[in-house]
């Protein structure tokens, strides 16, 4: 069976703490990750809790890393979810060495298994498009052949629908 | 043994495609799905890809709800990180209804157990802050007393690093 995506949760222990509360370095750490990876970033989103900790997610073509940390407990909980030719575990290396942890435990998860009774790629078409989905290269692989301009990433469309917005509802 | 958050990992099968394609849906959705948990939402991002599928993150207090989406597969993979009292199931259904899914499984992941030799909470403190680790309730539980403001939450101190910046590198 093939799957759509992996998921990679990465557990990172014994950490420095006053690295895991400072949300640029965080954030630059991040974005090296990514980059180590071979991954294209498209945003990132990072905030601090009150009194310490933070959250934050760069959103890289087709997929995401996500990190949330705990100084107090020097400890950082990442997650990579890919649908590319991304190295993943070069990002985590990356890490490991920014947050100098002292050890760090990962599992990958396949998401979206295919070969499941009656599930392909469908009849569906893009609104306003009349390409079928026929075109696609086979099952796990969704970008038209041709349309690729880097191994196994789609390119986002560039239709950020609401980047910057902070909403308290 | 105690965990720092909870991991929930879910797949929706057998969705209705052009809902899968449409990022401003997908993004009112995910919002919804985030408030029904009784999640405090601090901003999201949205993109779509070419020809099809939707990636997006709604950054909610202490937590993250992502979503990729491939409509040609009528396939949703959603997470939903939470370290705090959200009813991360209220989410889901949300989203199954949403999406119009015809199946639904998840899979929930402890993260950052606690328990392991030499984890507690350290004798870390925030920079400029006085404040021992010691004043945290217990763990597995990062609020100090009397700080907190809703269940379980931690309260997004407002210090978004970088909102809205769209880097391609």
């Known amino acids: ?21 400072d949300p ?8 090296e990750a990514a980059e180590a990876s071979g991954a294209t970033i498209v945003q990132s989103v990072f905030h601090m809790f009150s009194p310490y900790g933070v959250s934050g997610v760069v959103v890289v073509a087709e997929s995401h890393l996500a990190v949330h940390t705990w100084p107090e407990y020097g400890f950082a909980a990442v997650d990579y979810f890919t649908c590319g030719e991304v190295d993943a575990g070069a990002a985590i290396r990356c890490l490991e060495e920014r947050f100098a942890a002292g050890r760090v435990t990962s599992r990958e998860i396949e998401r979206g ?35 690729l301009t880097g191994p196994g990433n789609r390119e986002p469309a560039g239709v950020l629908t609401g980047p910057g917005n902070r909403e308290k509802t």
């Open 1 to 21: 069976m093939n799957s759509l995506g992996r998921h990679i949760l990465a557990e990172f222990h014994e950490c420095d703490p006053a690295m895991l509360n």
């Open 24 to 31: 640029a370095a965080i954030e630059q750490a991040m974005k």
């Open 113 to 147: 298994l295919l070969g499941v009774s009656g599930e392909g790629p469908g009849a569906f078409a893009s609104p306003g498009s009349e390409e079928p989905a026929g075109v696609l290269t086979g099952p796990g692989n969704r970008e038209p052949a041709g349309v």
